[in-house]
């Protein structure tokens, strides 16, 4: 059976690509064919379409106009706007090994996955012929943000067979329009799962159908294969804190500084975005996805703001604290995914917020107890999967 998966592969993000990868592998090992749409294309007529405005809270409002009476200041101060101007070279500077670990992202996705050549959003309807199944894929596909929620990533193009593995609202919050949305494009699905645990209670009461919780695609494989994935990376010589952050802190530096002076360990940050690269600890070597997972699996310890962060310090098992990204409150808030992972581990107590950052109580953690629960976990989402997409191929025949 020939099938297609939508999923975000355009994005040149870490996590999202070996989702992806992983989701692919998965399928494959379960004897079918599987190829990932590439979805630029409809993503650039997404954009133009919708842009992207972020959602804030009210009391950003006066920290705005400060902004904006600032970015006039510098127009009215010569040496302000030289020194802004300096920063913009010394950016174009950082950015260039940043832009060799794109590139090595880009040919990671060329070389070592299977991507569908890109469609316009007009021509999608062609695929139907071409294959037997489609797939919605992981990561916050289904978010809910406007700028995001798009019906090709809910496969309302396909006329086949439609599975869900694994994708995300990335938000509890549904609105009264958006669960009539919902309900309208995952009506026709043979077989519906998220991510979330909230997010399949949510769906099954608004859907009145099972909707299943399972794992991220990451952790469909286990320790020995991700292990061989890295295999051809050479070993990091030399104990170290690895940092991997999606954002650009203060706060996340100054822990990191506290937490490795206590374990007696130097600082090695994994650069996400060009801003890193000014930091002293940086690894400045050109990281693709492979070199991404060597730098979990080589780690003594991991401090992160990221959710595939958190999962390959799990899958390598190495002690690690998870810096909360964002407040509970905040209306881009994506805490959702963290809160279901770690409360099926029991892991709330390595969550460390701006207001306890004062001091690093770094606690083993018991990875044999860790270990089970993910590989309970493993085995149920791989049921899932395998049994749905037997159940097609057998509706088929």
Not at 97 to 112: G, V, W
Not at 196 to 214: D, M, P
Request: net charge negative.
């Amino acid at each position: 059976m020939k099938t297609a998966t939508v999923t975000w592969i355009t994005y040149q993000n870490y996590g999202t690509v070996l989702q992806a990868c992983a989701l692919q592998q998965a399928v494959r090992q379960l004897g079918y064919e599987n190829e990932i749409l590439s979805d630029r294309e409809v993503l650039a007529e997404h954009r133009r379409l919708h842009p992207y405005e972020k959602a804030k809270p009210v009391e950003n409002d006066a920290a705005e106009v400060e902004a904006e009476a600032r970015g006039l200041g510098l127009l009215r101060q010569p040496r302000r706007l030289l020194r802004a101007l300096k920063a913009r070279l010394d950016r174009e500077g950082y950015a260039a090994p940043y832009e060799e670990s794109q590139k090595a992202i880009a040919a990671f996705i060329e070389q070592d996955m299977t991507v569908r050549r890109e469609l316009s959003p007009d021509s999608l309807a062609v695929l139907n012929g071409e294959y037997d199944a489609f797939l919605c894929g992981s990561d916050q596909i289904w978010s809910l943000r406007p700028a995001d929620f798009n019906p090709y990533y809910f496969l309302s193009f396909a006329k086949k067979p439609k599975l869900a593995y694994a994708p995300s609202l990335g938000t509890e919050r549904i609105s009264d329009e958006r669960a009539a949305e919902l309900a309208g494009l995952l009506q026709d699905f043979s077989a519906l799962s998220v991510r979330e645990s909230r997010s399949a209670e949510q769906l099954t009461a608004l859907l009145g159908r099972e909707v299943s919780w399972v794992a991220d695609p990451t952790l469909l494989h286990d320790r020995p294969f991700w292990e061989d994935f890295c295999r051809s990376v050479p070993k990091r010589g030399g104990k170290y804190l690895l940092c991997y952050f999606l954002e650009d802190r203060a706060w996340y530096f100054r822990y990191a500084e506290a937490l490795g002076k206590r374990l007696g360990l130097r600082l090695l940050l994994l650069p996400s975005r060009w801003e890193h690269l000014r930091r002293g600890c940086v690894d400045t070597g050109v990281i693709g996805p492979r070199e991404f997972v060597a730098r979990f699996r080589d780690a003594a310890w991991v401090l992160t703001d990221s959710y595939h962060g958190s999962i390959f310090s799990l899958l390598f098992e190495r002690d690690f604290q998870y810096l909360l990204r964002f407040r509970p409150d905040d209306p881009n808030s994506q805490n959702l995914r963290i809160e279901s992972l770690f409360g099926l581990l029991s892991l709330e107590d390595r969550i460390v917020s701006e207001d306890r950052a004062d001091a690093p109580r770094p606690e083993a953690m018991d990875h044999a107890a860790l270990s089970a629960k993910l590989a309970a976990f493993r085995e149920a989402s791989l049921q899932y999967l395998s049994r749905s997409l037997l159940a097609i191929q057998e509706d088929q025949l």
